[in-house]
T-cell receptor, first 116, second 111 residues
């Protein structure tokens, strides 16, 4: 158990719909990362938040958005869903440098999104 | 961000050492080498990281060349449970820096 919790584990929805994926990072971790992994594809970096602020953006579509709340949990919103958005979505968190901990990222078990 | 190059696939006999190479010729002085692995659609798992010295932990050893342009991850006694995609990543040692995965090496362990 990495300590990162993602909900829901599975989600099936129709094209054109909007969904929200939730990520609870490890206690005290300030950084949250979101990734998309389509079938048999690599991990595509979407976006990173650090202590509530957007830190880095990857190949995130305009239909997708994310935010990190004051309690440090994060949500990834996917709208106007298309069949091609079907994928595993992973969230990861990492601790703050200077707390005597390494900066490796801990990943959740992902949310499997199926768009039909 | 520095890019990394890894062979797409490798195989290794169970019980033998698995040596996974990674080329990162454009690495910057403040970038570390990190290794992660992903076992069949599970969330990626951190293995090890290093700057310029060789590192060892309970999972693996990391050997970084003196010029830091390449590294090798060593799994000393590979088991079937080590079958996974292994990713070599270079990034600044900061939780505020992004983590970009390449295509990785698919390691197969044969009985």
């Amino acid at each position: 158990d990495s300590g990162v919790t993602q909900t829901p584990k599975h989600l099936i929805t129709a094209t054109g719909q909007r969904v929200t994926l939730r990520c609870s990072p490890r206690s005290g971790d300030l950084s949250v990362y979101w990734y998309q992994q389509s079938l048999d594809q690599g991990l595509q970096f979407l976006i990173q938040y650090y202590n509530g602020e957007e830190r880095a953006k990857g190949n995130i579509l305009e239909r997708f958005s994310a935010q990190q709340f004051p309690d440090l949990h994060s949500e990834l919103n996917l709208s106007s869903l298309e069949l091609g958005d079907s994928a595993l979505y992973f969230c990861a968190s990492s601790p703050q440098v200077g707390q005597g901990m390494n900066t490796e990222a801990f990943f959740g078990q992902g949310t499997r999104l199926t768009v039909v | 961000d520095a890019k990394t190059t890894q062979p797409p696939s490798m195989d290794c006999a169970e019980g033998r050492a698995a040596n996974l190479p990674c080329n990162h010729s454009t690495i910057s002085g403040n970038e570390y080498v990190y290794w992660y692995r992903q076992i069949h659609s599970q969330g990626p798992q951190y293995i090890i990281h290093g700057l310029k010295n060789n590192e060892t932990n309970e999972m693996a050893s990391l050997i970084i060349t003196e010029d830091r342009k390449s590294s090798t991850l060593i799994l000393p006694h590979a088991t079937l449970r080590d079958t996974a995609v292994y990713y070599c990543i270079v990034r600044v040692y900061s939780s505020a820096s992004k983590i970009i995965f390449g295509s990785g090496t698919r390691l197969s362990i044969r009985p």
